[in-house]
């Protein structure tokens, strides 16, 4: 069964650092693009980005470039997102999900069950 | 970036009717579109993707259709299980992925 396990609930200050995770399992991970969602009552489901674990390739919207970085440690088939220097406006749940189909940059098919990230002084 | 505009904000309907949402997008995104369900306090899940391809294990009453600006999700036959937030996603811009602001399905 192929599944995304992310890491518990946060509560942080502003200007704290960051680094939370999802270990999957079930599949070649390295061979499938995983994505960042991010999702906020005022703004809904928001795209962070997208970074494909064979080679660390990346792409990142706009609106979250610089402030956050995505990465892959291949050894323990686990993706991590994280924050040099939270703000109040970064609580959200964040949820990982696993592209579709190997190599594409394709549709959400299976999806973490998010973390909660809350930061206030 | 690719705006989607979901509408109705609210749909409002009794078990076997047919739900009809839709998702209208800035530009063309061709058919890189997918449909998403979310129920309170879970995640999205995958019902349609390419416009109108089900996901694997999704019913067959979930279908979509539509091309370039113009997408649509119909539920044939409401059952109470579908009452949810349904989002449409487009990808057809690698840098600009985005979601719809979502519509909620009530079963009365």
């Known amino acids: 069964e192929v599944q995304l396990v992310q890491s518990g609930t946060e509560v942080k200050k502003p200007g704290e650092s960051l680094k939370i995770s999802c270990k999957t399992s079930?599949?070649?991970?390295?061979?499938?693009?995983i994505g960042w969602v991010r999702q906020t009552p005022e703004k809904g489901l928001e795209w962070i980005g997208v970074i494909y674990p064979g080679d660390s390739d990346t792409r990142y919207s706009p609106s979250f470039r610089g402030h956050v970085t995505m990465s892959v440690d291949k050894s323990m088939s686990a993706a991590s997102l994280q924050w040099s220097t939270l703000q109040a406006s970064d609580t959200a749940i964040y949820y990982c999900a696993r592209c579709r189909v190997p190599y594409a940059r394709d549709a959400f098919d299976i999806w973490g069950e998010g973390t909660m990230v809350t930061v206030s002084s | 970036e690719i705006a989607l505009t979901q509408s109705p904000a609210t749909l409002s309907l009794s078990p076997g009717e047919r739900a009809t949402l839709s998702c209208r997008a800035s530009q063309t995104v061709r058919t890189y579109l997918a449909w998403y369900q979310q129920k309170p306090g879970q995640a999205p899940r995958l019902l349609i993707y390419d416009a109108s391809n089900r996901a694997t294990g999704i019913p067959a009453r979930f279908s979509g259709s539509g091309s370039g600006r113009d997408f649509t999700l119909t539920i044939s036959s409401l059952e109470p299980e579908d009452s949810a937030v349904y989002y449409c996603?487009?990808?057809?811009?690698?840098?600009?992925?985005?979601f719809g602001q979502g519509t909620k399905v009530e079963i009365k």
């Open positions: 079930g599949y070649n991970f390295i061979s499938y693009w």
């Open positions: 996603h487009q990808r057809s811009n690698v840098h600009t992925w985005t």
